[in-house]
């Protein structure tokens, strides 16, 4: 590649500014490939709690599962607890991911109620024990992403202070509150701020959905890249910065029959059922197909799922 790299995560090369956000449900292998295939410059695991990855569980194993192309690949894990971390994040540098990052995002409270995501911000000094500990014992660069606080705190600068001052070597925010969740507006003004403040690169994340929208948040806050997450659900062309009101059903129907396959390649029968929830985005804006979106949206067997696709290209065809 003789592309230069965006930037680095200390000596890791991202060749790239537009990035998959890390999203729970929507981060297995055939999503990463996919929008790796169109552009994404770098890949998140979903996020992983440390207590499943020391046990062994088998959803753990199965969220940790990458594939070598799929690279630079980012593990994302949540916890309350800096040594469960360092255990952890010591197990998972032995399947050889470029990165390891630390959640400190999720406000579900099952996960914040119990001092873990968006918990930890509160938690200065489990945050500075955390990056101290992992920074200083593993050979991997150690990140994190963050929310603006809790509305109570909002607290992203010492935060963010905090984790460079003990070794983070990249910070993606998300900026909105704990309490916000994904109401509201991600307040990109915070996100320029954390630009200003610290070193290391800096993620934006928080309602890009578009080219335009890409160029707009890296114009106005200063990151240097940005992330997608339901803005991608559906919509890998927005890693090749193109519009997906552009893309012609046909052109859609031929990813989604690419995106199916690797579904089932890789989950097997469960394939099908698992790609309805991006069937229903990769269809969002097409109004001709109402019915035939209900039948693909409930058929199990993909021969019919095929055919009813099918049969909404010709139709769209014979409409336009
Ligand atoms: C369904 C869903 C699951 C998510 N799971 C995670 C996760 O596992 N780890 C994480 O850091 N953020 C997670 N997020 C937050 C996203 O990474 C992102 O910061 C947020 O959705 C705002 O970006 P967007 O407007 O582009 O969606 C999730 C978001 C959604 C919608």
Request: charged share 25%; with cysteine; aromatic share 8%.
């Amino acid at each position: 590649m003789n592309k230069r790299p965006e930037f680095y995560v200390r000596d890791v090369p991202v060749y790239g500014d537009v990035i998959l956000a890390p999203m729970a449900g929507f981060a297995d292998i055939p999503h990463r490939a996919l929008c790796r295939s169109f552009g994404s410059a770098l890949n998140y695991t979903e996020f992983i709690a440390v207590e499943d990855i020391i046990d062994g569980s088998k959803m753990a194993k199965s969220l940790l599962d990458f594939t070598s192309d799929d690279w630079p690949m980012v593990i994302q894990l949540f916890g309350n607890d800096a040594g469960l971390f360092l255990e952890a994040a010591s197990r998972v540098e032995e399947l050889g991911p470029a990165i390891i990052d630390i959640n400190m995002g999720c406000s579900t409270r099952r996960v914040s109620g119990r001092g873990a995501g968006v918990g930890m911000m509160p938690q200065p000094g489990l945050i500075e024990e955390t990056f101290n500990l992992l920074s200083n014992n593993l050979s991997l660069p150690v990140t994190g992403k963050i929310r603006l606080g809790w509305e109570d705190e909002i607290n992203y600068p010492e935060v963010a202070q905090i984790m460079e001052d003990n070794g983070a070597s990249l910070i993606a925010i998300h900026p909105r509150t704990k309490e916000q969740g994904y109401r509201g507006v991600a307040d990109w003004d915070a996100i320029a701020e954390l630009r200003q403040l610290v070193k290391v690169p800096v993620i934006g994340s928080g309602d890009v959905c578009s080219p335009d929208d890409i160029d707009r948040m890296l114009r106005q806050t200063g990151c240097d890249a940005v992330m997608i997450g339901r803005g991608a659900i559906g919509n890998p062309w927005v890693f090749s910065r193109v519009n997906k009101k552009c893309i012609p059903l046909k052109v859609v129907a031929e990813t989604i029959r690419r995106h199916l396959i690797m579904m089932i390649e890789y989950h097997g029968d469960r394939g099908l059922i698992l790609f309805r929830k991006y069937l229903k985005r990769y269809l969002d804006g097409f109004s001709v197909i109402e019915d035939y979106r209900r039948r693909m949206l409930v058929t199990e067997s993909v021969e019919e799922f095929l055919f009813l696709l099918e049969t909404v290209e010709s139709a769209v065809d014979e409409n336009t």
